[in-house]
């Protein structure tokens, strides 16, 4: 009956009409898609095995109940029913294994020759975004955007093309997460690059974070992910590569005014002045 009554329904339908069950809906990468069935997969099992053990703890507790000073049939074991209570476990543990590991092969999986290549330089408090001409840490960057105080940092890039993230920190550990792609990886500094690949499926404009904790102004770590046709995307390459800024090739590719720059979100005050954090509010460094 169960089996009949979800092969109607997809996953998707599923998880949208019960809010996800806790789990972000609105993925933008098929490796979100299919963590996201994998949840939503997830949490029906647990559902079916939870309402039968309910079920199985309300009906002894009907059937068994005292009905008399008469002692019920003692019983000191049940082989059959032991084997089943341990067998059952261990094989429902052993299919979420199987669909976990087939699921994180398959978001961790790096392809021979990805289409885009974009070194993720994170620093005390902005991020760079390099784009390379082809993997490693030896390939050559052919256009750059760099993150300030007052800027906001683009990171422009493809639907549909295979597109490789290698990340590495000038000073500590950072956090990589664009919410939308239900994945975040850390940004180590040194030699360990930290690399991953997805395919973007879904244009628009997208609020990036750093997702460590990795000093005072952690929380004013933010870019923007714009993601855009591939016809766009080698224009504006093309521009960034002519020599163009980023707002300057952000207008070639047809967007004008405030939309050459970040519109999901905007420069925090950092209050950098000296030493202090609000220095205008200090007497003595102020000189006052």
């Known amino acids: 009956m169960l ?22 809906q609105g993925g933008i990468t098929p490796q979100a898609h299919r963590m996201y069935d994998l949840w939503i997969a997830s949490v029906i099992a647990a559902l079916v095995v939870g309402f039968f053990v309910w079920g199985l703890i309300f009906w002894c507790i009907v059937r068994y109940r005292k ?8 019983t000191r074991f049940n082989m059959p029913l032991e084997i089943l209570y341990t067998v059952t476990p261990v094989l429902i543990v052993a299919v979420l294994f199987y669909y976990t590991a087939i699921v994180q092969t398959d978001v961790d999986r790096l392809s021979a020759k990805p289409d885009v290549t974009v070194e993720v330089v994170a620093f005390k408090w902005n991020w760079q975004f390099n784009y ?42 950072h956090s990589f997460w664009v919410p939308e792609m239900l994945f975040k990886r850390d940004v180590f500094p040194g030699n360990v690059r930290n690399v ?13 974070r750093c997702a460590e904790l990795c ?74």
């Not at 009949?4 to 972000?24: K, Q, R």
């Not at 991953?196 to 990036?208: A, N, S």
Request: aromatic share 8%.
């Open 196 to 208: 991953f690949e997805v395919t973007l499926d879904k244009e628009g404009r997208y609020i990036g």
């Open 67 to 74: 009905r008399g000073d008469k002692l019920p049939v003692q």
């Open 132 to 173: 390379r001409d082809e993997p490693g840490a030896d390939a050559r960057t052919v256009a750059s955007t760099l993150g300030s105080t007052d800027i906001i940092p683009l990171l422009v890039l493809p639907t549909g093309k295979k597109i490789r993230f290698e990340e590495t920190s000038k000073d500590v550990i």
């Open 3 to 24: 089996l009949a009554l979800l092969s109607g329904c997809s996953l998707t339908g599923i998880g949208s009409a019960f809010d996800g069950f806790g789990w972000p």
């Open 215 to 288: 000093g005072t102004y952690h929380a004013f770590m933010q870019f923007e992910l714009v993601v855009v046709s591939p016809e766009k995307y080698d224009r504006f390459l093309a521009a960034k590569v002519a020599g163009a800024s980023t707002p300057e090739a952000m207008g070639v590719i047809g967007y004008v005014g405030d939309e050459r720059y970040a519109i999901k979100t905007s420069p925090i005050d950092t209050r950098r002045h000296g030493q202090s954090w609000n220095q205008q509010d200090d007497p003595v460094a102020a000189g006052k």
